[in-house]
């Protein structure tokens, strides 16, 4: 089976089905969201949720990288060119929706602890996709990458003002500057991540179900009462009058196979890393 026939998520459960581990599987690309990877990850959360003996959900991505973010460049990604285009700005609207807003609130708020375990690329909507689950556990060598993306979280991920410094510098952050800023909880050496992941997944999937389904619930009502889904459906809007006003400016070099098709903003984080960062 080669690569573009293999499963675009692999689903799994561990300690006697109390842990559910859904696999982004597309490490040759590093692992971009498209349409079809957001069906198959709502397919398998869904699947999870429903499984009564499933205590924790736990998301990664195989190979090198968690999620270089929306897909620019890989086969999926040119037949959705294809697909939309000359399609009315409404068909366009819906598909961003079924790509972005619907799916990521519909993680956020499955009743069971969720978990992300990132290494490498977390770019845009990887950072979206990972912000959505409960907890983030990182690798040192993580690449953590926002901007006011159709999904902003950001602000309610690592607050207002770091928000504000974070966004206006446009600059990745590693794993123990993402765990400075407040997105991530844990961060640990590679080769350690998946295990230190997995042994805090046992410890939580002890707990009382229930118990732990309210605390999830009193917590998101807390957030519900400042604003949150009425904050992420405005900034949806938001980047939907964008969209509908500007092209999405994206580096596109198809003479040197060495450059791939970037956003430009991501290029230039990229000029903005710290010296010793990784590529």
Known sequence: ???????RVLYETRDDGAIAVITMNRARYRNPLNIQMMRALTEAFDRAADDDTVRVIILRGDGPSFSSGHDLGS???VRAREEMAGAPFSKRVARSREMDLEPLMRFRNIPKPTIAIVQGACIYAAWMLAASMDVIFAAEDAQFLAT?????????DIGARQAKYLLYDNRFLDGHSAKAA?????V???????????AY???VAKNDPFQLRMMKHSIHQMQEVQ??????????????VRAANTDVAISEQPDDPSKRRRYISVERARTNRDPGQPE
């Open 1 to 7: 089976m080669t690569s573009e026939q293999s499963p």
């Open 75 to 77: 086969p999926d990604a």
């Open 148 to 156: 006011n993306f159709s999904v902003f979280t950001v602000p309610w």
């Open 182 to 186: 407040g997105i991530v909880q844990e």
């Open 188 to 198: 640990h050496p590679l080769d350690q991540l998946e295990a230190e992941a997995m």
């Open 201 to 203: 997944a046992r410890r």
């Open 227 to 240: 604003g949150f889904t009425a904050h992420i459906n405005s900034s949806f809007a938001d980047r939907m």
